[in-house]
């Protein structure tokens, strides 16, 4: 159960440095491979402002259930052995191969991390004085608790573990449903309950849906047909030993602001790589996807080593620049390097070549971001709560963001570091770390919540101030639904889409 800290001075090192409008050029809605990771990203979690921490996997025993034939129980019998329960990832540290890396984000380098536990499945959060907790970690399982070694499935009754679990019924742990109708939820309506949604447009499962700063959902990695996980039942073979096949390599964005019927956009650029099993993500401070992982496999598996398998161990890391990244950026002044629990407001200034008119004011937020701990298509803990906000727009083309605190309330956004984005026009900022909460752990403060001044364009009152609803939170007239309602609406879209187009169909 390692804990692994960072400080919170490494945490504003990216974010100060970037003082200009514009990132870059050309690579808005592109992919982009930056480098090797050293280990596979079973799991990952943005650490530090440019640091990614990567953590793969330990094996423990297992004993196949079938070897077919003789070439393969020599390479399962030394893939499961007792001596060679590290998996022979290329990274190596204190005489033995790595399972965790401290990955670069500047540089695209590694360092790799001695890890004392098997962190295999592992989970993770973060805790409020800026520490990661890996905890768990487990041999590979199916239903029940029961090791996935221990089962088969009988192809002439089509029963057994993973076959009576197939995705569109599994999503009946969230609601009760009998197809693979995607579904959302709004939990923090009054009476919440799950209506219909647009259809994915390709069949995935293992997807992972990442919260972007102009609140879209951006969808990429995952399988067209089967499960996670891995066995030598008679039915992977041609598959390796994985229990999915047919890489999707397509994203999509998902606007839940669109109208309906026009929510998905996959007009979008394919992968290069092959994200199935164990494959990762998470949002970096530019506002880019950082993508890692696969290793639908018991161990590392090259070309060099079975060229037979048709999906290798993958350790090529990606970055995907959404539509706004080739945008002039909001470049705000003045945030906080703390955020409480009610309490005192606080301004932050922009200068007029980061609104680009003040009639856009109007559009203006300011959120609180968390990307959470990424694996198994799941980013734990991933949040984005919008602050209560009102405006000056000056004659000069200049304004001031007047910025609620968060609400007197930590189940909203629990403590730990954040980042912050000013988001004009659909166009973010640069997130900006900061310490959400008193930073270390402990019962929070809990201020009272206090009323921003009305919104002003040229001295004259506007009609578009922000209102406070039933969380704290704000919504703006002529705007898409904001705070953390939609935010956390948007968590759980992605839980039960990611779900219903779950399918088992070899």
Not at 105 to 131: E, K, P, V
Not at 133 to 158: C, F, M, Q, R, Y
Not at 409 to 424: T, Y
Request: charged letters at 15%; a neutral charge; one cysteine or more.
């Amino acid at each position: 159960m390692p804990i692994m800290g960072a400080t919170t001075t490494s945490f504003m090192l990216t974010s100060l440095l970037f003082t200009s409008g514009v990132l870059a050029a050309g690579k808005a809605n592109t992919f982009e491979l930056v480098g090797e990771t050293g280990v596979s990203a079973q799991q990952l979690f943005l650490g530090a402002a440019n640091k990614v921490y990567i953590v793969d996997k330990v094996r423990r025993p297992f004993v196949p259930s079938s070897c077919p034939s003789s070439t393969e129980s020599r390479l399962l019998a030394n893939f499961f052995s007792l001596s060679t329960q590290v998996e022979n990832n290329p990274a190596t540290i204190a005489g033995h191969p790595a399972w965790a890396t401290e990955y670069d984000i500047d540089t695209n380098t590694y360092r790799a991390m001695d890890i004392i536990t098997n962190s295999f499945c592992a989970g993770g959060t973060l805790l409020g004085n800026g520490s990661w907790l890996n905890a768990g970690g487990n041999n590979a399982v199916t239903t029940g608790g029961v090791s996935d070694s221990a089962v088969d499935i009988v192809e002439s009754t089509k029963t057994g573990a993973y076959e009576d679990l197939s995705g569109g019924r599994a999503q009946r742990i969230i609601t009760p449903c009998t197809n693979e109708t995607c579904t959302c939820i709004n939990p923090m309506d009054k009476k919440p309950a799950y209506v219909d949604e647009d259809d994915l447009p390709h069949r995935r499962g293992m997807g992972n849906f990442i919260i972007l700063p102009d609140q879209r959902l951006f969808l990429v990695n995952g399988v067209g047909h089967g499960s996670a996980g891995y066995g030598t039942q008679n039915w992977t073979r041609k598959y390796g030993v994985s229990y999915a096949k047919d890489p999707v390599l397509t994203p999509s964005y998902y606007n839940h602001s669109a109208p309906v019927g026009q929510r998905h956009d996959s007009n979008l650029p394919n992968s290069t790589i092959n994200r199935m099993y164990h494959s990762s993500a998470t949002l970096l401070p530019d506002g880019s996807v950082f993508i890692a992982g696969s290793n639908p496999n018991p161990d590392v598996i090259t070309e060099a080593n079975n060229a037979s398998y048709p999906y290798k161990t993958e350790y090529r890391a990606e970055r995907f620049y959404p539509s706004y990244y080739d945008a002039g950026r909001p470049v705000p002044s003045g945030v906080p390097s703390t955020i409480t629990y009610g309490g005192k407001g606080f301004n932050i200034t922009l200068p007029a070549s980061s609104i680009n008119g003040t009639e856009n004011l109007a559009s203006a937020f300011v959120g609180i971001y968390r990307g959470g701990f990424s694996t198994h298509a799941i980013n734990f803990g991933m949040r984005y709560v919008e602050l209560k906000n009102s405006y000056t727009g000056n004659s000069d083309g200049s304004a001031t963001l007047h910025v609620s605190q968060l609400p007197p309330n930590p189940a909203i956004l629990v403590p730990g570091p954040a980042m912050l984005f000013v988001v004009i026009n659909n166009i973010p900022s640069v997130g900006i770390y900061v310490m959400v909460g008193s930073g270390t752990i402990e019962t929070q403060p809990l201020l009272a919540a206090t009323v921003l001044p009305a919104s002003t364009l040229n001295g004259k009152a506007t009609s578009t101030n922000g209102t406070t609803n039933s969380t704290g939170t704000s919504t703006k007239s002529g705007s898409k639904a904001s705070g953390a309602a939609a935010t956390s609406f948007s968590v759980g879209l992605a839980v039960a889409v990611a779900l219903s187009s779950f399918t088992f169909l070899f």
